[in-house]
Structure formats: C-alpha cells, structure tokens
C-alpha cells in the first residue's frame, strides 16, 4: 500500500459521490417528465410506437410491460446471433453461435448482467455486438432505472395505484441520461485511443519481422455504455484490461467513475422524489461505506505479494501484480474491479482468478451482498429499497412498533415477498455451485484444482444469480451444464427478483401515507444507516459464508503454508 | 397484455435501428473525421507500411531489446495443437492462474531463472515475470526497463548512459504524482531504440 494508492483511490470515491449529487437531481427531472430538451425526437417516437406517455399503469401493467420487452429482445437478440454469418458488418466472416450459447448469450445481455461464455474476438461479428448487444446494453440499463423510478413513485404520494408510464421512462431515459452521457464520454474515449471502426482487423508489420494481428472494431461507443449502463460486456476478451478498451489511467478513471456513478444518483433523486433528502443520504452512505470498505480490503490483499513468488525472488515491491496491466497498477485495479462487482457491471481491468485469494474474496462478497454498493443501474436502488423494508422490519420487531417506512406501513405482505426474492437468489447461488462441484461436467469446467476452483464455481454462479457478469474467467464456461444453468440463474435474478420487488411497490403505493409520529422509528439517522448495513451484512453475506471459508478463505491459509496445486 | 405488444414491439425495433445503426453509425464518422488515428488503431507508420499500434505490446525477445512483460495468450497452429502465441491481438486475455497454481509458480520460477542468466542475479521487478491481463500490455515498470538497459546497450554497442537516458525520455510518471504509475511503453521504446546511432 502507497500514499499514492490511497489518493488514487480517495481521488475516485470524490468524484463519484460528488457527480453522484447533481445527477440524481437531474434523474428525478427526467423521472417527473421535466427534461424537454429533446421533446420533438420523444414524441415522435410515442407517435410511431402508439405510446401514451400519461397513460397510468398499475404495478402489473408495469410488469408486463417490461417482460414483454425483455421477451421479445431476448428472442431478436438469439436470432442475431444465430445467424450472424448472414448479417452486415461482419469483417472477420465469423459464423453463427450454438443455440446454447446464443441462449446463454441473450439472456445475458437482457438481463444486464453480460456474462461471456464466448470469445468476443472469435465468436461475435462487429455488427451483432452493434446491433445485438450494444442495443441490450441501453435498453436493459433504461429498464432497471425506470424499475426504480416505479419504485420511487410508490412513496411519493398517499393511495395511488399507478407507478408511472413504463414506455416514457425506458425512452426518457434512454434520451435524456444514456444516450448523450455515452456520445460524450464516447468521443472522449476515441480521443484517448479507443478504436471506432468497421475494418476488418489490422495486420502490422513488426521491425524485428513477422506479422502481428491488431483486433480493432466499433469499440468506444459501446464502451461507454458499457460502463455507465453498469453492463460490463467486453468487446474484446480481455474487457477494460485490454489498452484498446481502456487505454490510459484517464480512460480508466472516466470508466470507473462512469459505473459507479448512477447507482450513487439514484437515491439522491428518490430523496428528491419524495423530497426528504435525508432519506435519500442515507442509503446513499450504506452503499458507500460498503463499497468503501471492499475497496480497502481488496487493496489490503492485492498490495502483498503471492508469498511463493516473493521466495521464488519476484521483487515484493509492486504486490500482486500477476493478471495486472502495468499503466494501472494495484490500487487502479483492484478498486475498479471491487467497484465493478459493487455495482453489476462485472467488467475487469484485471483478473480475479489470479488474485490473492482475499483480494478475489472481496468482488465475491459485494456480489453475495446482493449488489447493493452501488449496484446497478435501478437494481442497485430497488434492492436496497428492500432492505430497507426488512431493516424497519427488523427494528419494529426488536423495539415493538408497527414498521413504516416513509408513511407506508410495512405488513406480512410486502416481508413475504422480500424474502421470496432473496431465497431465490440464494437458491440458485448455492444449489447452482453445490450441483456443479459434485457433476463430472461441473468439475471439468474448473481452470484450477483445490478450493480456488470451487471459488471460481461460486462466483460464477453468484455472478449470474445477482446479474454481475464478471467471472474468474479461467473457467469453461461454454458447456451446456453452465450455458443453461447459469442462463436460467440470471433470468430468474432479475426477473424473479424484480416481479416481487414492482409488487411491493405496487402494494406499498395503495397505502395512505401515515404522519410521522412519537411511535415511528426515523430512517434518516446514523442510527438507521448502521441498522441497514447490518442487515445487508447479515442476510445478504453471511448465509454465503460457509462456502466461501470453503473456497477463498481456505485458499489463503492454504496459500500461507506453501501448499500448491 | 394484448395492449401492450404494439408499444413493445416497435419500441425493440426502433432502438435496434435508433442505437443499432444510425448513432453508432455517425458516432463513428465523427470519430474517424476528428480523431483518425485514434479510431483506426493508432498504427504507427513507416516507410508506408504499419508496423505497431502505439498501445499494443508487441513481442520483441532477445537482449538487443527491451521484452516486454510475459503473455498468457494462446493459439492454435495448423494442425489443432494449442500454441503460446504471445501479444497476437486476434485474441486477449490473462493466464488466469490461481495464486496456489503450481503451473503459475514454475512459470514464475523459470521466467526468473531466464531473467537472472540474462540480466543478473538479484531481486526480480515483478511485472518481468508476471503475465498481464490483457496478454498485449504495452508497458513495463521503469525498474524493469532500467534494469534491461545495461544488456541491451551492449548487445548493441551502445553507451548505457544513452540507453538509460532514452528510457528515462519515454517513461511516463504518475499525474499529480499519484495519477497512474511509473512505467515506459515498450513498444516506442524499441522502436526509438532501432533508430539510435
């Protein structure tokens, strides 16, 4: 650990929660319908698609409305993919995928969680990347932040049914937030060395001889919205490690920054929302002391040397530095990977399978929390909403009062499918890990022998469960156990996650709102902020706990006594 | 749920072509207008013909230069055999060994046996013997690059002080000195080495 590293890593947390302020008040403006500035292009597009912008929906008009959408660019998305070969913009004349891959493949990008099980290079044209997965990446990312939106409608007002116009906020959104953000930042990124083009890959001529094979490709703008969607789909294998995605530390702190930052706005907007800003500061803090802390330790992990290198005579000096580009160091690394996992975005600028084995326990954690800090775009708010429900739940068990939470009582119902929604994810985390350690074509899919493989098995599965698609990418992961396990875990993550989480709000927004009274225990307090981690900590990460000693923990002594595998 | 399939639909195929084909089609206009070089590659050109991109690592082995860090890319060769081809950028990624990998700990082991017969005994800069994410990482730390400059001035009977002082030109420090770290592109490295007198 550097001085230096610590004010890389203090120079990103301002930044971030800075920038994080004045654009959640500008989100609540788009939320309200108070951004205008593209209103022509926005009615045109309510004219062509028969959209009514005012019409009211319920939660379960919401609903549909949404898994439509996800359903029918799920199965646009598998016939791009499928049939590539015929389609434009395909330079290196790269065939079709499997149908378990396109499967895998398209459920990944509707879901926003963008786990590879391909090789960009080899297996996606440049025009199903353009037109396949870069489209996914605005509209998924549209969808999670008007999920919150709803969710954010269901506290403003007393008895309401509606939660808001589903089609206006994906296209508000789209226009007024995703759209410029990534055009700007795009261009920035070309400008820094990022590649935007349609040739085919280039062939250089090196002066000591030989050829050397260049792979460039419309990479900046879907860079953009790579990050700032928190999608985290590489266009190349090697994600942001690779100079051409993330070329200097600028690009890499504009990337950081760009994947943290709406998950911090959007509880700055709900604040605005339902205008108590307090209310909005504290989920806000949760999810920043969270991620702080997980940037610490990783950073704590990774600036030690691998003890077995060091006495093979490897300088001890730079840490860990083994799956690490040498422009970003310790410090740039691990945070924008704890950041990444923090949040679901899931992209890399460096490789956790080669972590020290408590610097890859940290990115498994933040996952396992349920990608609260910050989470993703509109997940990463939503999913605190609900802890936030069981922390008043919490409270008025201990404490004997009715829970409320912003005026709106918090009954059986709404705890009931709160904890659906989580015991679906830890289902599909711990059966999904435990079957494949024990199957034969689980086994074969593991790049390491000793429990870093079982860490490599349960974060795969807890990336696709909480929609990260990050991995410790040793692994095959193209077989058909993992195409359609882990493309069935990351359906039912988001979905099974979200239908309970948009009834809740449903449910909450009929309410009437209560007046505050003697018998109401405040969420506005330092007192509520530790209650919230506490009961993120607890439900989120310690029932993963028994596996993780298994598997990273495990490691680590392992590691410490000299042992190899 | 009748209702809802016009809106839904048109919605998926206008933002296809919307954000599919038409920004991302003048976005890269604009990029290739503004920023030429950057959008195709930063391919470096001399005497007509492409021989580097500015920010892709490139192999060069043997003491007359200065090698880059370790990749961990591999290919296929003609026959289906899985082949090291290390900086190929046709493919990218990491070796993704674990800390406890005894494959990972003699690569290491015998990486460091090579750097000692070559450039002497002593502690290793760890960058020369780990292998980078991205497997075309175009940088090695300043130590690494100081610590090659002696045997690569007299493979090519050059000065040391020269050398060193050619490192010393293309090495970038941090920014605010904690923005970024100490390292040198290796690739302008060798290539301003091959024009030194």
């Keep these: 650990m550097t001085v230096s590293g610590w004010a890389y890593i203090a120079l990103i947390t301002l930044l971030t929660l800075g920038a994080a302020i004045p654009l959640g008040l500008y989100i609540a ?59 434009p913009f395909n330079p290196q004349h790269i065939g079709g995928m499997s149908p378990r891959l396109a499967f895998n493949t398209a459920v990944s990008f509707a879901t926003n969680t963008n786990w590879q099980a391909y090789v960009p290079e080899a297996q996606i044209s440049n025009g199903a990347q353009m037109f396949g997965l870069c489209v996914h990446m605005f509209v998924s990312a549209a969808a999670g932040i008007a999920v919150a939106g709803a969710v954010m409608r269901a506290f403003t007002a007393s008895s309401i049914a509606s939660l808001g116009n589903f089609y206006a906020d994906l296209t508000r959104i789209t226009l007024y937030l995703l759209l410029p953000v990534s055009i700007v930042a795009g261009l920035f990124l070309v400008w820094s060395g990022v590649p935007q083009s349609f040739a085919p890959f280039a062939t250089v001529h090196p002066i000591v001889g030989g050829a050397q094979t260049i792979g460039i490709g419309p990479m900046a703008f879907q860079e953009a919205i790579k990050e700032f969607g928190t999608n985290g789909g590489g266009f190349v294998n090697a994600n942001s490690a690779h100079p051409f995605e993330n070329p200097t530390i600028w690009t890499n702190i504009l990337e950081n920054v760009l994947l943290l930052v709406t998950g911090f706005a959007l509880p700055i907007a709900f604040g605005s929302m339902i205008g108590k800003p307090r209310q909005g500061f504290v989920l806000y803090a949760a999810m920043a002391i969270i991620l702080g802390a997980g940037v610490i ?26 799956g690490k580009e040498t422009r970003f160091g310790i410090a740039a690394s691990t945070t924008f990977n704890v950041s990444a996992t923090g949040t679901s975005t899931g992209a890399v600028n460096s490789f ?50 009715t829970p409320e939470y912003l005026g709106k009582k918090v009954q059986a119902k709404e705890i009931k499918l709160a904890m659906l929604s989580f015991l679906i994810l830890t289902f599909f985390i711990l059966v999904g890990t435990g079957y494949t350690v024990i199957s034969k074509t689980g086994l074969s899919s593991m790049a390491n022998a000793g429990p ?35 493309g069935t875990a990351m359906l039912f993550g988001r979905f099974a996650f979200l239908i309970p989480v948009l009834a809740i709000a449903g449910s909450l927004a009929a309410k009437p709102k209560l007046p505050a009274s003697s018998g109401t225990f405040p969420t506005d307090t330092v007192l509520f902020t530790g209650l919230l981690i506490g009961v993120i900590i607890i439900l989120g990460g310690l029932q993963f706990m028994p596996a993780d000693t298994l598997g990273p923990i495990a490691e680590h002594f392992q590691l410490f006594a000299g042992k190899t595998y | 749920m009748i209702r809802e399939i ?62 880059p860090r370790p990749s961990a890319l591999m290919g296929t060769d003609a026959k289906g055999n899985a082949v090291a081809t290390p900086y190929d950028d046709s493919e990218s990624g990491a070796s993704n060994l674990a800390p406890t990998s005894a494959t990972l700990l003699a690569a290491i082991k015998s990486r460091i046996a090579s750097w000692h017969k070559t450039y002497g005994a002593g502690s290793v800069p760890a960058d020369a013997v780990t292998s980078s994410g991205s497997g075309v990482d175009p940088d ?58």
């Design chain 1, 297 to 322: 330790g990783a950073y704590a992990a990774e600036s030690h040397a691998n003890p077995l290198h060091v006495a093979a005579g490897i300088s001890a000096a730079p840490g860990n530095m083994e």
């Design chain 1, 29 to 87: 403006r788009i939320l309200k319908g108070q951004v205008r500035f593209l209103a022509p292009v926005e009615r045109g597009i309510y004219a062509i698609c028969g959209i009514n912008p005012d019409r009211p929906m319920q939660w379960q008009e919401y609903t549909v409305a949404l898994l439509l959408l996800s359903v029918i660019h799920v199965v646009i998305l598998y016939a791009i993919l499928r049939l590539q070969q015929y389609l």
């Design chain 2, 140 to 197: 090695i730390s300043l130590a690494n690059a100081l610590a090659q400059a002696p045997v690569v001035a007299n493979a090519r009977h050059l000065p040391v002080e020269d050398v060193v002082a050619l490192v010393n030109r293309i090495a970038t420090q941090p920014a605010l000195g904690f923005i970024g770290t100490t390292n040198v592109n290796v690739v302008q490295l060798n290539l301003a080495l091959a024009e030194m007198k």
């Design chain 2, 6 to 67: 016009r809106p839904a639909l048109s919605l998926v195929v206008l933002f296809t072509i919307a954000l599919g084909f038409i920004i991302p089609g003048i976005f890269t206009q604009v990029a290739q207008t503004v920023f030429p070089f950057q959008a195709g590659g930063s391919l470096i050109m001399q005497k007509g013909r492409p021989v580097a991109s500015g920010i892709i690592g490139q192999n060069f082995t043997g003491p007359a230069w200065f090698n």
């Design chain 1, 352 to 401: 956790t399978d080669s972590y020290m084995p408590l610097g890859g326990l940290v990115p498994i954690f933040m996952m396992q929390l349920g990608e609260i800090a910050p989470g993703g775009v509109g997940s990463g708010f939503y999913t605190i909403i609900v802890f936030a429900l069981l922390s008043v739940f919490v409270a008025g068990l201990m404490v004997g009062r």
């Design chain 1, 452 to 486: 870093h493989g079982l860490s490599e098995m349960i974060y795969a599965w807890t990336s696709a469960s909480e929609n990260n698609g990050s991995a410790m990418a040793g692994i095959s992961a193209d077989t058909p156990w993992l195409d359609y396990g882990l």
